[in-house]
């Protein structure tokens, strides 16, 4: 059964950062593109970073503008993990965070992790 749980948001001030944790289960993550999204409150879900599958691509990755040279997605193959390291974070990065992979043409969803940057 595939499944993907996230963990490390939570609320930290501009400036500062956190690491996003995203486990999966029933699939190995380094055999399909692994990607990052967010929601933030009145907005539509939007990527954020992808890491491809070491076949297709080699683990090339990918950022929305927004979060280019802050943000950066990385993958734990002996963990079967995925990680979203955010730094420099800005108000404007509040949101809940999802993981999401396509696999054998099902989309999967974590439940999401918030985040919240205020002083």
């Known amino acids: 059964q595939v499944q993907l749980v996230e963990s490390g948001g939570g609320l930290v001030q501009p400036g500062g950062s956190l690491r996003l944790s995203c486990a999966a289960s029933g699939f190995t993550v380094s055999t399909y593109t692994m990607n990052w999204y967010r929601q933030a409150p009145g907005k539509e879900r939007e990527l954020v970073a992808t890491?491809?599958?070491?076949?297709?691509?080699?683990?090339?990755?990918n950022y929305a503008e927004s979060v280019k040279g802050r943000f950066t997605i990385s993958r734990d193959n002996a963990k079967n993990t995925v990680y979203l390291q955010m730094n420099s974070l800005k108000p404007e990065d509040t949101a809940v965070y999802y993981c999401?992979?396509?696999?054998?043409?099902?989309?999967?969803w974590g439940q999401g992790t918030q985040v919240t940057v205020s002083s």
């Open positions: 890491i491809t599958s070491i076949a297709s691509d080699g683990g090339s990755t």
């Open positions: 999401y992979s396509k696999i054998w043409g099902t989309k999967y």
